[in-house]
């Protein structure tokens, strides 16, 4: 936490510290700059508003990003100034999207949860996006960086899908499920760093991937508490692994050699994503260095052979903040 606000100090990431005369010059909206006005005091208060509200709709993205993604938040924070604020509100959007499935008894308002979004994506792209803190900033973000829709709605599409609430068929699944949300994600965040190249585009998708497989993996415990389990059923099938076993949290071999499968699959993509790095710009490392974390579990879920119920894996390792920051200086992923 400390070496999250560390680097947060650092870099001048989440406050500047200027004038009253320049806030308001920077901050104004066009439409308060149309308004008309009778009086001076009537366009310094429309200006002071809308300031107050963006930077309302700012600190709100930051803080469901820092508490429901705190890798992705801190990797935010080490990007470019330019894009830092856009990627803070893509994250908050895949986060509000992430929540629906375990904020809602039933399937029914889930789906209208998703619906909300898919419309609020249409209205966003129309200039007229709703009241909504993390629409105000995607609309922010997409006026600013012209991204593109077709991602945003095949994200919500992905995520209605998994509304059905049961376990992937195989693997393949889990990486198309992984490809149209965290790839599509990464597509975006390129996006916001004016990047266009095929093969950042290539190691997105496999980077996207793998932390779809990561993700699974490292939330397995969580879910077993609540008697689901979402692990592919080919590799469970191949090992003989039940699913009452991981409902149980079976720390026995062959539930390890379900989780060395998966995980195996996952270091698999990360291996075919660095072998893009040497035609890649520099400029698209940034969007990448949610591999430091990827890199991390796969590590650690290894040392304690697999056993993805040992009490270790449950904790955030305190030095991720400053290997994404070193990993970030060093510009590699």
Not at 24 to 29: E, G, M, P, V
Request: aromatic letters at 8%; one cysteine or more.
């Amino acid at each position: 936490m400390n070496m999250a606000s560390g680097i947060s100090a650092k870099h001048g990431l989440l406050t500047t510290k200027c004038s009253v005369f320049h806030s308001l010059q920077r901050n104004i909206l066009p439409h308060a700059i149309c308004i008309q006005r009778p009086t001076e005091v009537k366009c310094i208060r429309a200006s002071t508003n809308s300031t107050a509200e963006s930077r309302h709709n700012e600190k709100y993205c930051i803080d469901i990003v820092r508490s429901r993604d705190y890798d992705g938040f801190v990797s935010s924070l080490l990007l470019p100034e330019d894009a830092r604020r856009s990627s803070l509100a893509l994250r908050a959007f895949n986060v509000e999207l992430a929540q629906v499935k375990d904020s809602v008894s039933q399937k029914t308002i889930g789906l209208m949860r998703m619906q909300f979004w898919k419309t609020t994506v249409e209205e966003i792209y129309r200039d007229d996006p709703p009241v909504q803190p993390v629409s105000a900033e995607l609309w922010r973000a997409v006026k600013k960086h012209y991204l593109t829709k077709r991602w945003m709605l095949r994200i919500i599409s992905e995520r209605e899908k998994d509304m059905e609430d049961r376990a992937y068929r195989n693997l393949q699944e889990l990486e198309a499920y992984s490809e149209n949300t965290q790839s599509s994600l990464l597509y975006l965040l390129l996006e916001s760093l004016g990047v266009k190249d095929v093969h950042a585009d290539h190691a997105a998708s496999h980077i996207g991937k793998a932390q779809g497989i990561v993700t699974c993996l490292r939330a397995t415990p969580y879910h077993s508490s609540r008697r689901k389990v979402y692990l592919p059923m080919d590799i469970c099938m191949l090992h003989r692994a039940s699913q009452e076993d991981f409902i149980r949290g079976s720390r026995e071999q062959n539930v390890r050699d379900v989780v060395y499968d998966i995980a195996s699959q996952a270091h698999v993509h990360l291996q075919h994503a660095r072998s893009f790095s040497k035609n890649i710009p520099a400029s698209a490392f940034p969007a990448f260095l949610q591999t430091v974390v990827l890199e991390d579990y796969l590590q650690r879920v290894r040392r304690v052979d697999f056993d993805v119920f040992h009490p270790s894996l449950q904790k955030r390792n305190p030095l991720i903040p400053i290997q994404l920051y070193f990993r970030s200086w060093k510009k590699t992923y």
